[in-house]
């Protein structure tokens, strides 16, 4: 193979991948079980995802594990979330760590408790250095509140007079969310059959190819994640543009 063809092939890659990892419970029901069984079956997914977005050399992948809605789900499902999140932490990152794999949580970690909190920073700072995909895990996260966030270091800088109001255009906030590490995703994938964002990474959206599945979330693997990367290679991306 010449290096002109390896090119091409990386060109029709994404660089940045984001999943909303939708269908556990619905997958749970159909085998009888608990919607909790679903999302601990759903975190299989997720390590063959990890696994393939590496071995496709994607540079980043942004999950979507919990949203800030999801808070409004029963409390004991909620709970068994939180805990299956730790343990999976506490499970995966030294192995995370071996694969030069960079661990990123990304959402208002003010909610979770001091446990939580603590287990996150020990991991992030653990894979900081780490130049393999970087994975981000949107927890406790939504789009509106990232857009919040980010108007409020920028107004926090205008009444600091270290930025004009004037001056404030799109190139600037995007800046300041890609604080976060959440820069603009190329391909969104999302299972379960919904066809709609959920307050997912709104800003990063703007230009994404969007490539929606039935499939739901725990019977999600390396065929069907090829399927999208396919399906991406066979889309052409204008920005706005004309393809003249």
């Known amino acids: 193979m010449t290096k002109n063809t390896d090119l091409v092939k990386q060109n029709l890659l994404p660089k940045h991948v984001g999943i909303i990892m939708d269908g556990n ?37 942004t999950v979507f594990a919990f949203s800030t809605e999801n808070w409004q789900r029963p409390k004991k499902e909620v709970s068994v979330l939180m805990n299956l999140f730790l343990i999976v932490l506490k499970t995966e990152i030294k192995k995370m760590h071996k694969q030069n794999i960079k661990l990123k949580v990304v959402g208002d970690l003010s909610n979770f408790n001091v446990g939580m909190q603590k287990k996150i920073a020990e991991s992030e700072k653990l894979t900081q250095g780490n130049t393999g995909l970087l994975l981000n895990v949107a927890a406790n996260y939504g789009g509106r509140w990232d857009i919040t966030e980010a108007t409020k270091i920028l107004l926090r800088k205008a009444l600091n007079n270290e930025i004009n109001v004037q001056d ?77």
Request: net charge positive.
């Open 25 to 61: 419970g619905r997958w749970a029901k159909k085998q009888g079980k608990d919607r909790i069984f679903g999302h601990q079956c759903g975190t299989k997914s997720l390590r063959k995802a990890i696994e393939f977005a590496r071995e496709k050399s994607i540079n980043i992948l």
């Open 168 to 244: 404030i255009n799109e190139n600037i906030m995007d800046g300041v969310i890609q604080q976060t590490g959440l820069v603009d995703v190329d391909l969104m994938i999302r299972t379960g059959g919904e066809t709609r964002l959920s307050n997912f990474l709104l800003w990063q959206l703007a230009y994404a190819e969007l490539y929606f599945t039935d499939v739901l979330w725990p019977d999600f693997d390396k065929v069907l994640f090829q399927k999208a990367l396919d399906s991406f290679a066979g889309r052409t991306r204008n920005f706005g543009k004309t393809s003249e």
